[in-house]
């Protein structure tokens, strides 16, 4: 028995999961939702990605890591008897009697184009990089994180030169760009928040064990036995193991 498909090439989607979608368990229950502008029927439970493949849909953009880390599933629905259109990760958000969902595509933004290694400091050049971050309003139309981080927030602070604030906030970002999509300023809140957390990176001392092993791998380099093992065929360095140990 399969779920109401609406087209597609379901056995291609098919070949790659773990389970058999488009076949319902015996006494699931089916629920109806609009899905991509179109009426069908699922097994409740599913989410917006299992629910796309189940109907036939051949989801070849928005489609990564499946575990609501990439970002680059990110959805609009509505659910049933709701005024507010809600936000989130397809792979994470699960269908409803009644939802209307959409996919929602790329939304470009612009990334600044530096050298980190090459500044001396990084946060000092950061209106040059983003001078659109002075023109924030602080509408807060930003704040449709699927991650629930608050960007106007931390876009706030980084106006006011809060860095340190603004890098523990952003930890949970994937960059899947939803906040710049609502920005009427044309700033990229995403690509700030990466850019101060990489400039106060490089503020912080190199830990010790780190250090450590980056000159062990800088002697490397220069090692005989480690220069021929770089020359060896993808079977070669098994058996030149064996031998080793």
Known sequence: MRADTLGGNHAANARHLPWPYGIIAKGATMITIELEGRKIRV???????????????????????????????????????????????GCQTVVAEGMNVIMLPYFPSRIAQYDMATM???????????????ACNDCKACNICPEWIHVAGFVKSAKDGEYATVAEKVKDCHLCGLCASRCPKSIAPQY???????????QQPIPPNLEKRLSEMAVLADDADFARVLLMSEDEPKDYCRKVL
């Not at 489609?63 to 008897?81: D, F, H, N, P, Q």
């Not at 005024?83 to 990760?89: E, M, S």
């Not at 700030?192 to 490089?202: D, E, K, P, T």
């Open 120 to 134: 001396a400091n990084p946060l000092q050049d950061l209106p040059e990089q983003y001078p659109e971050l002075s």
């Open 43 to 89: 097994p409740e439970g599913l989410t917006v990605i299992e629910a796309l493949w189940d109907t036939g849909h051949e989801v070849k953009r928005g489609i990564g890591c499946l575990s609501g880390l990439c970002g680059a599933c990110t959805v609009a629905y509505l659910e049933a008897g709701a005024q507010r259109v809600k936000f989130g990760l």
């Open 192 to 202: 700030v928040g990466l850019y101060i957390q990489r400039s106060c990176a490089r």
